[in-house]
Nanobody, 121 residues
Framework: QVQLVESGGGLVQAGGSLRLSCAAS????????MGWYRQAPGQQRELVAR???????NYADSVKGRFTISRDNAKNTVYLQMNSLKPEDTAVYYC???????????????WGQGTQVTVSS
């Protein structure tokens, strides 16, 4: 089984910063793309940022220039540095990884349990 464990959420004032981490553990042969999604109350889950195994990144327009996604392949970990936070960034943040458990298995998506980020005005 593959487990993703997130950390780093919390309460911060507008203009502040937070750094989210998500580490994968379990039976993992290879990790492809990693990403962060968020879901605000009453809203659909949306992509925040994504990074491929080769390091190519893409961001939601709403976070460009403020958030930075990075990864540590040796640790199967993805990070999200969030700067200049705004109240509209308040949401539950979920990490996502596309993994293969063995050389012959198919790629599957795995999700973390979510971490709350609250930005006060």
């Amino acid at each position: 089984q593959v487990q993703l464990v997130e950390s780093g959420g919390g309460l911060v004032q507008a203009g502040g910063s937070l750094r989210l981490s998500c580490a994968a553990s379990g039976s993992i042969f290879s990790v492809g793309a990693m990403g962060w999604y968020r879901q605000a109350p009453g809203q659909q889950r949306e992509l925040v940022a994504r990074i491929t195994s080769g390091g190519t990144t893409n961001y939601a327009d709403s976070v460009k220039g403020r958030f930075t996604i990075s990864r540590d392949n040796a640790k199967n970990t993805v990070y999200l540095q969030m700067n200049s936070l705004k109240p509209e960034d308040t949401a539950v943040y979920y990490c996502n990884m596309n993994c293969r458990r063995t050389y012959t298995s198919t790629w599957s998506d795995y999700w973390g349990q979510g971490t709350q980020v609250t930005v006060s005005s």
